[in-house]
């Protein structure tokens, strides 16, 4: 019988602890979770734990899927409590960094663990088979490293750390397990001081502080300098820094420090003053309110200060001009813009160039020591510290030959099994061959690269001519097994008429030649809505007419895929706003990933929801309510009004079924790499089960007496000062069209008839000049107006 995990044991409720026992509940798992008791009265012994779950409540950004996430964990103690680790399939240990705490308490799970269930270590560094040392053999064989990153709900790597001692059966258990179940991406890592991300990326960053100091840059240079210029995160190296906390990347160096031998790494790996200074100072960073950065107070508002490395005070950020960033600005290729900048003359390129140089060459040292191939390292750096492309990815982008030549020629010492390659003929880590992804190993040997049949990789299928349909705004591909997939690709995913004639070209196709129809894309987010730009333009131009066009081809549009004779499965993730949303309430079913931020934001725009999402969001709660047409509908449109007026966007899926902007039958994938491998799998079912469109039906709406309510809301808002007239406008807009307009309470409309209130209230709030300036604010400020 395959070993199944349905109840885990945490041990430990800091920060990391609490964490993970917040993502295991969100996935469904039961929890129990421990901790050192407290004082000597039997109500007081679980502070420490019931504290932690106070916090998990409370934090922003939450690490819960939903509050209703919490009910699955139990808490206690390790005095009183831990009889309950016999009730666990898995015991993760994830207490304070320190090898004899560690061990004495995997002495104390030793006795009360129930044979067979799998026990783990959440640490950053310490060795694992150090841990493991003493306890029994059976044990030992059901023991490995498993370390979760911070917040263990949002970065997705997970490295596994077996001994030699770990069963192999263990091993593929855990591996299935935490990408299927927890939805991460794993990387096996060996058991050496730090494993694979954090031993790579504490080089990287402290090479870059060397490099800083080297060429006199400021700590909003560096930033400039190393964030998604190179494919890093926005964070990039100081704001990265202090997110972290001085402190634990301290601890994190310190630990690589001790215990590697080498007198030229134990150099690199010694905290640097400035950081050392800094946590003395008690100034840990994000947490603590003061790191490389400060945020203050002004009378403008509120300022960002950097911090003057050589002086040591805060001072205003000042934004310098590269050249080297400029010329990258052209580039469209992430490559590109990496050559771009490595290979520039001026200081910034030159400084890149040496902080990516030693990061590539010290990744390259590290193997096979702290792993035995290039896509596990560039797999953790990508999940561990969010890089678009790992080391050798990068190498690749800067192209070996020429980068391994500039490295020979500044003195530098190039590892032999890449020296190997380059004489053997290789001139690259990676490479596509067959419409199969190919890496290169230490041997010279290339090796297919390994993926679960559960990840489609849009980008490839195109390589391999499966596009049916193309346009600038949408291509449609085929996924195989009969089933199509439509792809954004506008910038930002924006919809406009392009994306939205390349719909009616895919039902038109799918309903010659396929059995369903997945929309899904690969991109950053789904969809940031419609084009508001070109919306802008028209509406200072006032062209209501072709406005008006717009809003009923998307109207048309979402009618035709509720209505259509084959399953459409729409697959949302991160952030889908505005239009993204409207693209998904007409789909028969909605495959989610876990991480998606969903919304109807238009009101931030001076706005009502026009593309049919208005219309959409009534009939689904008064449909659901509605069950003989005698049930009072005011409560649940009164929630529709406030979900839409106050622009609420989910934290995640499970909330946005909360909000209904996702139904209790529409599904989430936990692991966003497998969502267009399971929104495929949903069309393929709901073909095979004789799919059926819903049929059209009569909607009955609160009228004149329900949109008083309405309105009552919305003037005592505004007489108490929490909404400005203009608000109060666009909210007196949105609740006519939910009330059905001036009509009697209980009348039976179609849908057709709420469409042109929405897109009659949608076009006259187009033409107001408060409208306007805050479509404009949001795209020149990317922030929302109050006006």
């Not at 790499?673 to 399971?678: A, F, G, K, N, P």
């Amino acid at each position: 019988m395959k070993r199944q995990i349905k109840k885990v044991a945490v041990l430990g409720s800091g920060v990391m602890g609490a964490g993970i026992a917040a993502h295991l509940a969100n996935v469904g798992l039961k929890v129990i979770l421990l901790d050192r008791p407290i004082g000597e009265a039997s109500n007081d012994r679980n502070q420490l734990t019931q504290s932690a779950i106070t916090e998990l409540a409370k934090q922003k950004p939450s690490p819960l899927y939903s509050k209703t996430s919490l009910e699955r964990i139990q808490i206690g103690n390790f005095e009183d409590d831990l009889s309950l680790l016999g009730q666990a399939d898995w015991i993760v240990e994830a207490v304070v960094e320190d090898l004899s705490v560690k061990r004495q308490l995997l002495a104390q799970v030793e006795k009360h663990r129930r044979p067979g269930s799998v026990i783990s270590s959440n640490t950053s560094g310490i060795s694992i088979s150090k841990m493991a040392a003493g306890r029994s053999d059976e044990f030992r064989q059901h023991f490995l490293g498993t370390h979760f990153f911070n917040p263990p709900r949002y970065m997705k790597l997970l490295e596994l750390i077996p001994t030699t001692d770990t069963s192999q059966e263990i091993i593929s258990t855990m591996i299935h397990f935490s990408e299927f179940t927890l939805g991460k991406g794993v990387v096996i890592a060996k058991d050496t001081p730090n494993f694979i991300a954090n031993r790579i990326g504490v080089y990287g960053l402290l090479a870059t502080l060397e490099e800083m100091d080297r060429y006199g840059l400021s700590v909003s240079d560096v930033d400039q300098l190393t964030g998604t210029a190179i494919g890093r995160p926005r964070s990039a190296t100081f704001r990265a820094l202090d997110l972290v906390g001085l402190d634990t990347f301290l601890r994190v160096a310190e630990n690589v420090r001790e215990h590697v031998t080498d007198p030229l790494e134990k150099a690199v790996f010694t905290a640097p003053k400035i950081i050392s200074s800094l946590v003395a100072q008690g100034h840990f960073g994000e947490k603590s309110g003061k790191g490389f950065y400060q945020k203050q107070k002004t009378a403008e508002g509120r300022v960002i200060h950097q911090l003057n490395v050589q002086t040591e005070q805060y001072e205003p950020s000042k934004r310098s001009t590269f050249a080297c960033l400029e010329q990258a600005k052209q580039r469209t290729q992430l490559a590109e813009k990496i050559r771009t900048i490595a290979y520039a003359e001026d200081a910034g390129g030159q400084f890149v160039w040496q902080v990516l140089k030693r990061t590539l060459l010290y990744a390259a040292a590290k193997i096979p020591e702290i792993s035995d191939d290039i896509v596990a390292v560039d797999q953790a750096m990508k999940w561990g510290f969010n890089w678009e492309l790992g080391p050798f990815e990068t190498w690749d982008a800067l192209g070996l030959e020429r980068s391994i030549r500039r490295m020979k020629e500044e003195g530098e010492t190039i590892p032999r099994w890449v020296e190997k390659l380059v004489e053997a003929g290789h001139s690259q880590f990676y490479k596509q061959e067959d419409a199969q992804m190919l890496y290169v190993q230490l041997n010279g040997q290339w090796q297919e690269r390994q993926r679960t049949d559960r990840a489609i990789c849009l980008s490839e299928l195109k390589q391999q001519g499966r596009v049916a349909q193309k346009n600038a705004g949408a291509s449609l591909i085929d996924l195989g097994d009969g089933v199509a997939c439509l792809e954004f690709h506008s910038p930002h995913n924006a919809l406009g008429s392009d994306t939205l004639e390349m719909v009616r070209l895919s039902l038109e196709e799918v309903r010659k030649n396929y059995v369903g129809l997945v929309i899904g894309n690969q991109a950053r987010n789904f969809s940031v809505g419609a084009n508001l730009m070109m919306l802008l333009l028209e509406a200072q131009n006032e062209n209501w007419f072709e406005i008006e066009q717009l809003v009923r081809q998307f109207q048309t549009m979402a009618m035709e895929m509720k209505y259509f004779e084959k399953p459409i499965v729409a697959a949302p993730y991160a952030r889908t706003l505005g239009g993204g949303v409207e693209i998904c309430l007409p789909a028969a079913r909605v495959q989610a990933a876990a991480e998606t931020y969903m919304g109807l934001v238009e009101v931030g725009v001076g706005l009502i929801p026009g593309g049919a999402g208005t219309k959409e969001m009534l009939v689904r709660a008064i449909a659901a309510a509605d069950i003989d047409g005698k049930v009072d509908l005011q409560p649940y449109v009164n929630r529709v009004f406030e979900t839409i007026a106050m622009a609420k966007v989910s934290t995640s899926a499970v909330e946005a079924q909360q909000l209904g902007y996702l139904r209790a039958t529409d599904q989430i994938s936990i692991n966003e790499d497998h969502q267009l491998y399971e929104a495929k799998q949903a069309v393929i079912g709901l073909a095979k089960a004789g799919y059926v469109p819903p049929i059209a039906r009569k909607i009955r709406v609160v009228g004149e007496s329900g949109l008083a309510v309405m309105k009552l809301g919305v003037y005592q808002l505004k007489t108490g000062g929490y909404i400005t007239e203009h608000d109060a406008k666009i909210a007196g807009k949105l609740a006519s069209v939910l009330a059905g307009g001036a009509l009697s309470a209980n009348t039976e409309v179609s849908e057709q008839y709420l469409l042109d209130l929405e897109r009659e209230a949608f076009l006259s709030l187009c033409g107001e000049p408060k409208s306007q300036a805050r479509m404009q604010h949001m795209l020149l400020k990317n922030k929302p107006l109050r006006n």
